[in-house]
């Protein structure tokens, strides 16, 4: 059974950093492309980031320059570190693997980030 | 970025009723597109991908169409389970874009 399991939200301050991970069981993080896509409360869904199973990167240009993905083949994780954080970061935040020729097939269940003073 | 418009934003309907999604590509995206369904607390899945396959498990009564910047999601006959918000998303380029959403409620 595919099961992805992210933690490391929580409630951090504007300005501050932190690094989500997501486990994957049932898959291999580095078998295909990876994704973070993030919704705010009662918003729609916006898509973050994606590592390639070759290793190349991309973001969305609202995170471009503060988040950066990676992935730790031997801990079968990825994860996304978040720096200098905004109130407008402030949302679920999902990791997603990629089928074949099938975008986000893979759904972990969120973790929440709140950026509040 | 390629920017994807879907319409309507809000859509109420009937069970058995049979309900059109429509999702607009800024530019040409082939067919590199997927529709995604989502329950409110829940996470999306996935129905359709490559504008038109059906992903595994996923009733025959959803489909999509459509190519190049103008896609479809057709419910052919609603059921209860289907009241939820729908997405559609573009995987030709990056940023992978997402529509901005479509909630089908109870009429």
């Known amino acids: 059974e595919v099961q992805l399991v992210e933690s490391g939200g929580g409630l951090i301050q504007p300005g501050g950093s932190l690094r989500l991970s997501c486990a994957a069981s049932?898959?291999?993080?580095?078998?295909?492309?990876m994704n973070w896509v993030r919704q705010a409360p009662g918003k729609g869904l916006e898509w973050v980031s994606i590592?390639?199973?070759?290793?190349?990167?991309y973001y969305a240009d609202s995170v471009k320059g503060r988040f950066t993905i990676s992935r730790d083949n031997s801990k079968n994780t990825l994860h996304l570190q978040m720096n200098s954080l905004r109130a407008e970061d402030t949302a679920v935040y999902y990791c997603?693997?990629?089928?074949?020729?099938?975008?986000?097939?893979?759904w972990g269940q969120g973790t929440l980030v709140t950026v509040s003073s | 970025d390629i920017q994807m418009t879907q319409s309507p934003s809000t859509l109420s309907a009937s069970v058995g009723d049979r309900v059109t999604i429509s999702c607009r590509a800024s530019?040409?995206?082939?067919?590199?597109l997927a529709w995604y369904q989502q329950k409110p607390g829940k996470a999306p899945k996935v129905l359709i991908y490559?504008?038109?396959a059906l992903e595994s498990g996923v009733p025959s009564r959803f489909s999509g169409s459509g190519s190049g910047t103008e896609f479809t999601l057709t419910i052919s006959s609603l059921q209860p389970d289907d009241f939820a918000t729908y997405y559609c998303?573009?995987?030709?380029?990056?940023?992978?874009?997402f529509g901005q959403g479509s909630k089908v409620e109870i009429k």
């Open positions: 530019q040409s995206i082939n067919i590199e």
């Open positions: 998303q573009q995987h030709y380029g990056h940023p992978r874009t």
């Open positions: 997603t693997r990629d089928g074949d020729g099938v975008p986000c097939e893979y």
């Open positions: 490559k504008a038109s």
């Open positions: 049932g898959l291999t993080v580095n078998g295909n492309s």
């Open positions: 590592i390639y199973s070759g290793g190349s990167t």
